[in-house]
């Protein structure tokens, strides 16, 4: 199993096979392998790439959960993107694993692409999807 550490670029344009395809270029940074080969992965085949998603901060429950929001009208007047109930006043308290707000993002991710192209003298691989992560991040690729 070969593994990779390699930065993330930021979104490019490959044309293949007569169409356009947007990729996202990985500079190759190190090869953690035995073989001298090289990198050991070939156009087509579909590596495991692994990082860090996007961290968004401290978001609501609207854009964290998708919960819909209360009425603009009957009453309400800064209650929009609030949560609504919490639960019932019975137990006393908020039991676990209720959607409320908090940091949203910055979680491990792993995403299965494709290798679109490769650039041997330059060291760098163009997967076809998203890499998750921020451009310059490290990231994992392994096949």
Known sequence: ????KAKKMKMSQVYRDGK???VTPVA???VDSGDSSGLGIAVGDKVKVQ???KGKGFQGVVKRHGFHGGPK???QKNRWRAPGSIGS?????VFPGRKMA???GGNNVTANLEVVQLDEKNKIIYLGGAVPGVPGRVIKVQK
């Open 73 to 75: 009208t009957h009453g």
């Open 51 to 53: 990082g860090a998603s």
């Open 28 to 30: 190759v940074i190190s």
């Open 1 to 4: 199993m070969t593994k990779i």
């Open 102 to 104: 908090g940091r949203m």
């Open 89 to 93: 006043t019975a137990p006393q308290h």
């Open 20 to 22: 356009i395809f947007a």
